[in-house]
Nanobody
Framework: QVHLVESGGGLVQAGGSLRLSCAVS????????MGWYRQAPGKQRELVAT???????NYADSGKGRFTISRDNAKNTVYLQMLYLKPEDTAVYYC?????????WGQGIQVTVSS
């Protein structure tokens, strides 16, 4: 059974930081990329950052210079370090795994940034 276990979300003041983690297990297909998306109330889900199995990284413009994605292949875990958080970063953050067959999504974790 596939599990994507997200952790590290919560409430933080503007300017603060959070580190999201997503531990992945049970996927039998080759993982091509892992990453994070987010969805704010009333908005569509959007890319935050992805990292490929080869280490190529892609950031949305909104997080460039503030967010850092990394992965531990041995632990099948992807991380998102978020610095200088802004109220507009408030959203549900979803872990994402792309494989050669299906894609997988986590349940989502709330990040709330107060002004």
């Amino acid at each position: 059974q596939v599990h994507l276990v997200e952790s590290g979300g919560g409430l933080v003041q503007a300017g603060g930081s959070l580190r999201l983690s997503c531990a992945v297990s049970g996927i039998i297909y080759s993982i091509e990329a892992m990453g994070w998306y987010r969805q704010a109330p009333g908005k569509q889900r959007e890319l935050v950052a992805t990292i490929s199995s080869g280490g190529s990284i892609n950031y949305a413009d909104s997080g460039k210079g503030r967010f850092t994605i990394s992965r531990d292949n041995a632990k099948n875990t992807v991380y998102l370090q978020m610095l200088y958080l802004k109220p507009e970063d408030t959203a549900v953050y979803y872990c994402y795994v792309r494989t050669v067959r299906p894609d997988y999504w986590g349940q989502g974790i709330q990040v709330t940034v107060s002004s």
